[in-house]
């Protein structure tokens, strides 16, 4: 069965951003002119995931009017004969099937995926979380959906960091995969945050998961785990040791693309910025004034 959905937790209150997030979602920030969310849907919707979950909690109505018509906007830009902007207002609401049910409790990442549940139902499916940030042309969720349909586990996306800065990541203890390409590893153990002395590798989990229908039944019963919040990380360890009878094993992709992590101030102003420079629109200007500023640093 082809996967088509797709769930993305949108519920953490943003909290590294505050003011900005007090009473808007950390999701809607933008990344130059557009949302952070709404990179995270298109690169869904590009891999084929037309079928989109957001896990969502207390104040995120800005999200979902973002991907909902907005007649006032829309006829005023019309009256005006302005299409250009007209059609980057509706792209969002053409985008995709676009449903939310709300985490009531800021319980974990875990906790969020069980969320899904019964909108997913029986059936393998992806987990996008909206902190990283995939570039379009280093397409990383279709290799990820391939080895999920050849092996029939679930698939967590991997990150080779420098050893000492696995940390903030789930680690994976990890083998190569008997017959997988070279990218392509078997998950033997992953343990979420570990100091760097205590990781078994240096490959940090990103935020790309296809996953078996069966880590539901899994979270059910994963109690919780680091900062007493239910890891999914911790869930997808029981998985890697179940037979694959039970919708077991994990197996991992390591990407070597281009991605952009936006989870706090500092990495965010980076992505803007090698977003910004890398635009056909504004990159060329920006890329001058850059080239002047940033000496200008150093004087
Ligand atoms: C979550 C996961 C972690 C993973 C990370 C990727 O952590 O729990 O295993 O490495 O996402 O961004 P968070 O960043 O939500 O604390």
């Known amino acids: 069965m082809v996967i ?37 849907v298109e690169e869904a919707v590009a891999a084929g995931l037309n079928d989109v979950l957001m896990i969502t909690g207390r104040s995120k109505r800005t999200l979902a009017d973002h991907f909902d018509a907005a007649p006032e906007l829309e006829a005023t830009l019309e009256a005006k004969g302005d299409l250009a902007r007209l059609e980057l207002v509706r792209a969002s609401t053409d985008l995709a099937d676009v449903h939310y049910v709300r985490q009531g409790q800021p319980k974990g990442l875990g906790h969020a995926v069980l969320c899904a549940k019964h909108h997913i139902g029986n059936e393998a499916f992806a987990v996008l979380l909206g902190d ?53 590893v078997r998950i033997t153990g992953l343990v979420e945050k570990p100091d760097a002395a205590d990781a078994p590798s240096n490959l940090a989990i990103i935020g790309r998961y296809v996953l078996n229908p069966a880590v539901f039944g899994v979270l059910e019963t994963t109690g919780p785990g680091r900062g007493g919040e239910i890891q999914l990380t911790d869930a997808l360890a029981t998985l890697a040791g179940m037979p694959a009878e039970q919708g077991g094993g994990v197996y991992g992709v390591v990407f070597r693309g281009r991605r952009y992590d936006t989870g706090d101030r500092l990495d965010y102003l980076k992505a803007v910025v090698r977003i910004a420079a890398d635009r056909p629109d504004l990159g060329p200007d920006f890329r001058n004034w850059l080239a002047e500023f940033v000496p200008s640093l150093h004087t």
Not at 142 to 147: C, F, H, N, T, Y
């Open 4 to 40: 088509h959905k797709a769930v993305i937790p949108a519920a953490g209150l943003g909290t590294r951003f505050l003011p900005a997030t007090k009473s808007t979602p950390k999701e809607m920030l933008p990344i130059v002119d557009k949302p952070a969310i709404q990179y995270v």
């Open 132 to 184: 990283d940030l995939i570039d379009a042309r280093d397409p990383l969720l279709p290799d990820m959906l391939k080895l999920q349909e050849r092996t029939g586990g679930s698939v967590i996306a991997l990150l080779e960091v420098e050893p000492d800065q696995i940390n903030p990541y789930g680690c994976a203890a990890a083998v190569p995969l008997e017959g997988g390409g070279l990218d392509e």
